[in-house]
């Protein structure tokens, strides 16, 4: 059974769970019916840290339009742009075994696309959740859901992983922001 985790929570991955190599990141939420002339579009991401929170380099930024990182620990497995449907909207795939040396942190965060065109926020997001699923064996390990704790925030940072010694932890973030995935990409380093 996953472990149900609140935000600002740790938890631990690889220590207890022996062997566990590489995990599916499943991000999904849904959006409010309402009728504001434009379809959601939100965005899963992952940013390849290091020890001063920022990205070293600008590929070892994944999302829609760089799907792999350069040594493959972290894949995008593509873009949904609509978010129908049951279970996860977008899933990003980490296997801490071709992690470069450098990255110790990976903070996962959902944006939404032309969200200030759109008139659309964080405010009208409903239950939006993270999972991490042992890819070996599909077996979900832990859930955060992110609750409705936000007004205008364009981003979201959802979670992170990180690095302490040798093994990888948990942690519930649940961390918006303004100004979208721009604001976001400034957060870890990188130039716009």
């Known amino acids: 059974m996953a472990i149900q985790l609140s935000k600002g929570q740790r938890i631990d991955l690889t220590k ?5 190599t590489k995990v599916n990141i499943g991000l999904g ?3 409010n019916k309402y009728s504001g002339g ?6 899963a991401s992952a940013f390849l840290a290091n020890d001063q929170n920022k990205v070293q380099y ?18 995008h497995t593509g873009d949904n742009r609509t978010g129908e449907g ?12 071709q992690m470069p040396s450098h990255v110790t942190k ?14 659309q926020n964080f405010g009208q997001v409903s239950n939006a959740f993270v999972r991490v699923v042992n890819a070996e064996n599909d077996q979900e390990i832990l859930r955060y859901d992110l609750g409705e704790d936000f007004s205008v ?23 918006g922001f303004s100004g979208g995935l721009a ?9 716009v």
Request: net charge negative; charged share 25%.
């Open 16 to 20: 207890t769970n022996p062997g566990l």
């Open 29 to 31: 939420w849904d959006t």
């Open 106 to 119: 990976i903070g996962i965060a959902v944006t939404i696309h032309d969200a200030e065109a759109r008139k």
């Open 58 to 75: 600008d590929e070892e930024f994944v999302f829609y339009n760089n799907l792999k990182s350069p040594t493959g620990a972290v894949e």
């Open 38 to 43: 434009f379809d959601f579009d939100l965005d």
């Open 86 to 97: 049951e279970g996860d909207d977008e899933t990003i795939v980490v296997d801490f075994t």
């Open 153 to 175: 925030e364009t981003a979201v940072v959802v979670c992170e992983l990180y690095k302490h010694g040798a093994d990888w932890k948990f942690n519930a973030i649940g961390s």
């Open 183 to 191: 604001a976001l990409c400034q957060n870890y380093g990188l130039e």
